[in-house]
Antibody
C-alpha cells in the first residue's frame, strides 16, 4: 500500500523558514516523480513544485521561485520542501504526491503551514 | 501559461442523477496531459481520470472523461451519495508546470 506521510508544518512568522518532509513507503520511491501541492484554507489546489526521479530536474510555480527548494533523498525514501522568506499567502495545507511528470497518482494527507505574526 | 476554467462552480443534483462537469483551457491541451481529481471534505484529493478519458485504478465506471483541445468533460452517470465532493481538472504544460482548475462542487440538492 502506498503511504505518503508529511511532517514539519506549523506556525511561522512572516519572513521565516520551514522545512517540510514526506516519508514514502509501499512503492519504489526512486522510480517516481514527486510533487508538492498546496491548498489555502477554503481554496482550490495549487501545484507548488516537482522533482524528477534522480533529482536532475526541478520545476516550481512562479510564486515560490527563489524562495522554495524541493529535494529528495532516494536512500531515505523521503521528499523535502525547504521554504524560506515565507509570506502570509503561503498559508496552506501542503500535500506530498507521487506520480509522473504530468500526473499525481497518490497523495498524502497533508501538513498545515500557517504564516502569521 | 494555460489557464483552466471549470464550470459550473457548484452543481446541485440528487442521487441517481447525471452530472456533467466542464473544464475549458485557455489554449489547446494535449489529451494525454489532462486529469481529473476528486476531493471530499477533510481528505486529500484522489486521481479519477488521466489522459482525458482513462479511469485510474479502482475508479467505478460511472465516472467517465472526454474531450480534446480546449474542452474537456467529466461525467458521472448516476450520482451515488459518496460522489458529492469537489472535482478539479489539471493539465501539464511544456514548461514543466502543472495547473489546476478552480474546481466544481457537486452538492446534494
Amino acid at each position: 500500500e502506498v503511504q505518503l506521510v508529511e511532517s514539519g508544518g506549523g506556525l511561522v512568522q512572516p519572513g521565516g523558514s520551514l522545512r517540510l518532509s514526506c516519508a514514502a513507503s509501499g512503492f519504489t520511491f526512486s522510480s517516481y516523480w514527486m510533487s508538492w501541492v498546496r491548498q489555502a484554507p477554503g481554496k482550490g489546489l495549487e501545484w507548488v513544485a516537482n522533482i524528477k526521479q534522480d533529482g536532475s530536474e526541478k520545476y516550481y510555480v512562479d510564486s515560490v521561485k527563489g524562495r522554495f527548494t524541493i529535494s529528495r533523498d532516494n536512500a531515505k525514501n523521503s521528499l523535502y520542501l525547504q521554504m524560506n522568506s515565507l509570506r502570509a499567502e503561503d498559508t496552506a495545507v501542503y500535500y506530498c504526491a507521487r506520480g509522473r511528470r504530468e500526473l499525481l497518482l497518490d497523495w498524502g494527507q497533508g501538513t498545515l503551514v500557517t504564516v502569521s505574526s | 501559461e494555460i489557464v483552466l476554467t471549470q464550470s459550473p462552480g457548484t452543481l446541485s443534483l440528487s442521487p441517481g442523477e447525471r452530472a456533467t462537469l466542464s473544464c475549458r483551457a485557455s489554449q489547446s491541451v494535449s489529451s494525454s496531459y489532462l486529469a481529473w481529481y476528486q476531493q471530499k471534505p477533510g481528505q486529500a484529493p484522489r486521481l479519477l481520470i488521466y489522459g482525458a478519458s482513462s479511469r485510474a485504478t479502482g475508479i467505478p465506471d460511472r465516472f467517465s472523461g472526454s474531450g480534446s483541445g480546449t474542452d474537456f468533460t467529466l461525467t458521472i452517470s448516476r450520482l451515488e451519495p459518496e460522489d458529492f465532493a469537489v472535482y478539479y481538472c489539471q493539465q501539464y504544460g511544456s514548461s514543466g508546470a502543472l495547473t489546476f482548475g478552480g474546481g466544481t462542487k457537486v452538492e446534494i440538492k
